[in-house]
């Protein structure tokens, strides 16, 4: 119940795509969902976030769409570029301190 | 602006050796966590700091790992003896706690190799 699953492992893009990343909790308790975004050896950085009493979050070409109903989640990257290839993974807390985070997909954008 | 400072970046250790990684968090941070990063578990919380105080243990993996908080601007983790099952990438991040977001501020790792 503690599990945050996310997926795809692994995503290819062409430049200008829009790579949908997807995730899925079980614990209802979970009040806060972040996206984190991580370079090649650096740590990763949070990217945007959203709480369950919204159903969407846009920053610049980055959105969150929330389903609380399905308890999924999902991060869309609008006209994607080169430089966003990174690794990326969503988390889930109840709280500010315990954040569960998904497996990781792995990005890589075409120029 | 600093971010959070870990050392060394890179650690190379025979198995049975004692590794210290060590962690300077942002200023007025008052929370201070230690993850692991593998390929096969992903990002693993080990223990969490508030104020100094551990508050949460449970992902230490066993008794060969520990952990202190000296002070708000220094943090060590040590594995004591290491084993080739050790090997990762550790991070330290510290956040603000009360601020509403919990952002999680990494540092850039330790990558550990135990041989």
């Known amino acids: 119940q503690q599990q945050v699953k996310q997926s795809p492992q692994s995503l290819i893009v062409q430049k200008g795509g829009i790579p949908i990343i997807n995730c899925a909790y079980e614990?209802?308790?979970?009040?806060?969902f972040p996206w984190y975004q991580q370079f090649p050896g650096k740590g990763p950085a949070l990217l945007i976030a959203i709480r369950p009493d919204v159903s969407e979050k846009k920053e610049g070409r980055f959105t969150i769409s929330f389903n609380k109903s399905a308890k999924q989640f999902s991060l869309h990257i609008m006209d994607s570029q080169p430089g966003d290839s990174a690794t990326y993974f969503c988390?889930?807390?109840?709280?500010?301190?315990?954040?569960?985070f998904g497996t990781g997909t792995r990005l890589k954008v075409l120029a | 602006d600093a971010g959070v400072i870990q050392s060394p970046r890179h650690e190379v250790t025979e198995m049975g050796q004692e590794v210290t990684l060590r962690c300077k968090p942002i200023s007025g941070h008052n929370s201070l966590f230690w993850y692991r990063q593998t390929m096969m578990r992903g990002l693993e919380l080990l223990i969490y700091?508030?104020?100094?105080?551990?508050?949460?243990d449970s992902g230490m993996p066993e008794d060969r790992f520990s952990a202190k908080m000296p002070n708000a601007s220094f943090s060590t983790l040590k594995i004591q003896p290491s084993e080739p099952r050790d090997s990762a990438v550790y991070f330290c991040a510290s956040s603000l706690k009360g601020t509403g977001t919990g952002e999680l501020f990494f540092g850039e790792g330790s990558r550990l190799t135990v041989l």
């Open positions: 700091f508030n104020n100094n105080v551990p508050i949460d």
């Open positions: 614990n209802t308790a979970f009040d806060y």
């Open positions: 988390a889930a807390s109840k709280g500010t301190y315990k954040y569960i």
